[in-house]
């Protein structure tokens, strides 16, 4: 979306729109955690020592370096289990209690939807999770575990996990000056069934199909009745499916797509801009609380 002259930024006519709204989608990327501390994937955090953090999310990466893109996954783990999840991820999860009609889609894998008690029937979690585990010969192997937060997973991860005892510095792992333990493939989990695969992150990557089950369930929601509103929210809106939803779900005169992100013109991705649209600027983690407010209140984030 090119910067959004044509978007609404009013908050009261944002206001007035979304307490008539009941079908309501939320498509969700990185930047919704960027105020939890986790880095996005373009621009700026977007490299992993001196690598493309996109490069290392591909089959073809992992069957290349196992032990390198489990130590970029095992180090995204680590840091998703030492960040909480913020304001934005708790307003969606009160919204979804608030209007029985929204539905979150999420690309992101951190698991801070979960945690903030997002109900899980009102919540797709588009590229999987980075605490769910599968066979690297999947589907052939079906083992899975859909949960696990082992930190490190094995010995051979353990610098993904080591804590920054100086602050001042950048952690040990992540200095590309100092070269990465070689790590062998033997030295990783290797699969509890079929023996033979190794363990792998169970995130969609770069190349692989998502659940066919959840595309058809997404599917039929949007097709069964009008979308009144659709919020895009921290996503550069480059990845499809998901960056395809928006316009989707739009029915034209009815759908007021919403779009949220610290630079407005870096949402560029595949969204047109229709009058009846919003554009707001700023950190989702503040800008949501705010935005949804007439709806959800004032929400409180629980001790974990
Ligand atoms: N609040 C709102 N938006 C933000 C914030 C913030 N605090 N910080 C950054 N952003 C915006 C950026 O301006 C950018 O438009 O979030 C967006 C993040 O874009 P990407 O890094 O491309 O992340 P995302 O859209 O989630 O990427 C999609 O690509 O690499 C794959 O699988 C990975 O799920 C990911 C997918």
Known sequence: MAASKAAYSSVSLFHEKLLRSN??????????????GLPTFRGAGGLWRNHNAVELATPEAFEADPGLVWLFYAYRRHMALEANPNPAHYALAELARKKPGFRCLTQNVDNLHVRAQHPSEQLSLLHGSLFALKCSNAPGCKWTDPYNTADPLCPALAPAAEKNTD???????????????????DELPHCP?????????GVVWFGEPLDEGMLDEIDEWIEKEPVDMVLVIGTSSFVYPAAGYAERARTEGR??????????G??????????????????????????????????????E
Do not use: H, M, Y
């Not at 649209?277 to 709806?295: I, Q, S, T």
């Open 23 to 36: 079908r309501i989608l939320a498509i969700c990327g990185a930047g919704l955690s960027a105020a939890s």
């Open 167 to 185: 602050p001042t510095k950048p952690l040990p792992l992540l200095d590309p000056s100092k070269p990465l333990a070689d790590i062998k493939p």
């Open 193 to 201: 069934e079929c023996e033979t695969g190794l363990v792998r992150p």
């Open 255 to 264: 759908t007021a797509v919403v779009t949220v992100n610290l630079e407005l």
């Open 266 to 303: 870096s949402a560029q991705g595949r969204n047109k801009i229709e009058e009846g649209d919003f554009g707001f600027e700023g950190d989702a983690a503040v800008l949501l609380p705010e935005l949804l407010k007439p709806v959800i209140g004032e929400v409180e984030a629980p001790l």
